[in-house]
């Protein structure tokens, strides 16, 4: 089944509508783990306006580890700093637990070597806090497989 939906990356002249390899469309369930409530309200925010997906939020790793594990969901969006189990931890709990589960992580901590790192915990992308638009095309690609 190929998928149309409203071109949104890159120069868009028109209106038309293209093939979109970002698209949202066979994802409808992401998961979100971050310690602040602000940015996961604005996650939610972003996601939910521009998507129709169901979005679960959690405050800690020791969380995301729970809901994913009951939940399945299609993509885990991570926190590194979190209290009672970090990002890193929870990331490496999940790939193994459920290895086909893409895990993103969003933190202000973001640097080549926390990707080197956390590419050995199973967080397939690090993605910096404030960077929305790294961050859509990083679900879209974690999403299109």
Request: proline content about 6%.
């Given at each position: ?9 890159g120069h868009h002249t028109d209106d ?5 390899r970002l698209s949202f469309a066979d ?105 929305t638009g790294e961050l859509l095309a ?8």
């Amino acid at each position: 089944m190929n998928v149309r939906v409203p071109y949104f990356v890159g120069h868009h002249t028109d209106d038309e509508e293209r093939p979109c390899r970002l698209s949202f469309a066979d994802v409808t369930r992401i998961l979100i783990a971050d310690d602040s409530p602000a940015v996961r309200g604005a996650l939610v925010k972003l996601l939910g306006a521009a998507h129709s997906v169901e979005l679960i939020e959690v405050e800690n790793g020791e969380a995301a580890l729970s809901r994913t594990l009951e939940l399945r969901p299609d993509l885990v969006i991570l926190d590194l700093a979190m209290p009672i189990m970090d990002g890193l931890t929870a990331a490496r709990e999940i790939s193994t637990a459920l290895p086909g589960i893409p895990i993103l992580m969003y933190t202000m901590h973001s640097t080549p070597a926390l990707e080197l790192a956390a590419q050995s915990y199973g967080v397939l992308h690090v993605v910096a806090k404030g960077d929305t638009g790294e961050l859509l095309a990083a679900i879209g690609q974690l999403t299109s497989y």
